[in-house]
Structure formats: structure tokens, C-alpha cells
């Protein structure tokens, strides 16, 4: 079974905090994602990348970072957390190709305090 | 830029009642299509796609047909069953070759 792990469901931190978070893919996909999804916006893209140590910028990269040291796993880093950071994180991994079938985690609920 | 807008929600039906939730996308080229599903407590999984225009995706009784004329995508159910509730976002791949989603439409069907 294909499989998608963010490392916690649900995490509180406080403003100004350095936070990370984790996303494992079992899958050998080249492709990895972030998005955060709010109410009515659907889910916006923050950062992706195609391969080992490179990584693009999406829509909203601002306040972020990643990092990808090995295929499988695709850190999400917000360097100092906002409450405007409050949100549910979505990571994704997919096959390159033109039909990107993506496999999403459950998500990671994070409240800025 | 590529978008998506979807149908507004949150859309309440009774179980056997017909669905249709409504999806228009803007995209330079030939974009695939899809219908992604987000059951409660529960990461996003593939609903069904469509490559090309007039293909038809369809799953679990869901059908979706991407329309090039009218630039649409709209996914139907004949009989929607309680376990259809969830959010549902449409989706597209364009030249970019990333997802671009709707902002979601919450479905809630009742027995």
C-alpha cells in the first residue's frame, strides 16, 4: 500500500518559533509538495521539488523553507512562525510525467499561538 | 495563470438525490483534469482524471467529462450515498506541470 507519513497530526507552537515539518514517502516518487489548505481557498502550493536538493518555489513561498536531503523525505521549515501560519499542511508525492497522480499524507493541523 | 473555480458549498442532499458539483478551469495549452476527494479526518485521494477533451473519467459510480468548449469538468453522481460525504476539489495539470486546485466544495448527504 502506497504511503504518505507527515510526522504528527496535529501540533501547537508559539509565535516566533522555528517549526518543522516532516513528510516520508515510500514510494521512490521523484516529485515531492507542500500546500496548506484553508476554508475557501482550497489548497494552495507553498514549495515542491523534483528531485534530490533542488527545490521551487510555489505560490505562497514567503515565510518558508524546505528541504530535501534524500528522495523519499521533504521537510517543510517555517523559520518563524506567524499566526497567519495557522493552518492544515498538505504533503503530496507524485511521478514525473504529464498525468501527476498525486498521493497525499493525512495532513498536519498547526496552530500558531 | 492556471486556475480553477468550483461550485460553492457546502451542498446538503438526501441519499439517493442526483449531484452535480460544477468546475470551470482557465489554462493555456491542454491541461488533464481530475476530481480529488477529502474524506473527514483524511489526507486527499484520487477521485478520477481526463486527459484530453471529451474524455470521460469515472469511479465509484462518479462521472466527470472535460469539456474544452466550455472549459469545464463538472463531476456527477446518479444516487449519492451517505458515505459520499466529504470535500471534493477539482483539479488540473497544465504546462507547469503541477496541481492547481479549487477551493473545495463540501458535500453532506443525509439518510
Known amino acids: 500500500d502506497v504511503k504518505v507519513t507527515q510526522s504528527s497530526r496535529y501540533l501547537v507552537k508559539r509565535t516566533g518559533e522555528k517549526v518543522f515539518l516532516e513528510c516520508v514517502q515510500d514510494?521512490?516518487?521523484?516529485?515531492m509538495f507542500w500546500y496548506r489548505q484553508d476554508p475557501g481557498l482550497g489548497l494552495r502550493l507553498i514549495y515542491f521539488?523534483?528531485?534530490?536538493?533542488?527545490?521551487e518555489k510555489g505560490d505562497i513561498p514567503e515565510g518558508y523553507s524546505v528541504s530535501r536531503e534524500k528522495k523519499e523525505r521533504f521537510s517543510l521549515i517555517l523559520e518563524s512562525a506567524s499566526t497567519n501560519q495557522t493552518s492544515m499542511y498538505l504533503c503530496?508525492?507524485?511521478?514525473?510525467?504529464?498525468?501527476?497522480?498525486?498521493?497525499f499524507g493525512q495532513g498536519t493541523r498547526l496552530t500558531v499561538v | 495563470g492556471d486556475s480553477v473555480t468550483q461550485m460553492e458549498g457546502p451542498v446538503t442532499l438526501s441519499e439517493e438525490a442526483f449531484l452535480t458539483i460544477n468546475c470551470t478551469y482557465t489554462?493555456?495549452?491542454?491541461?488533464?483534469l481530475f476530481w480529488y476527494v477529502q474524506y473527514p479526518g483524511e489526507g486527499l485521494q484520487l477521485l478520477l482524471k481526463?486527459?484530453?477533451?471529451?474524455d470521460k473519467g469515472s469511479n465509484k459510480g462518479f462521472e466527470a467529462t472535460y469539456r474544452k468548449e466550455t472549459t469545464s469538468f463538472h463531476l456527477e453522481k446518479g444516487s449519492v450515498q451517505v458515505s459520499d460525504s466529504a470535500v471534493y476539489f477539482c483539479?488540473?495539470?497544465?504546462?507547469?506541470?503541477?496541481?492547481?486546485f479549487g477551493s473545495g466544495t463540501q458535500l453532506t448527504v443525509l439518510p
Open positions: 503530496a508525492s507524485s511521478l514525473p510525467g504529464r498525468l501527476p497522480e498525486a498521493f
Open positions: 514510494m521512490d516518487h521523484e516529485n
Open positions: 521539488s523534483y528531485d534530490v536538493k533542488m527545490k
Open positions: 489554462a493555456t495549452g491542454y491541461p488533464s
Open positions: 481526463a486527459t484530453k477533451a471529451d
Open positions: 483539479a488540473l495539470s497544465g504546462s507547469a506541470r503541477q496541481l492547481t
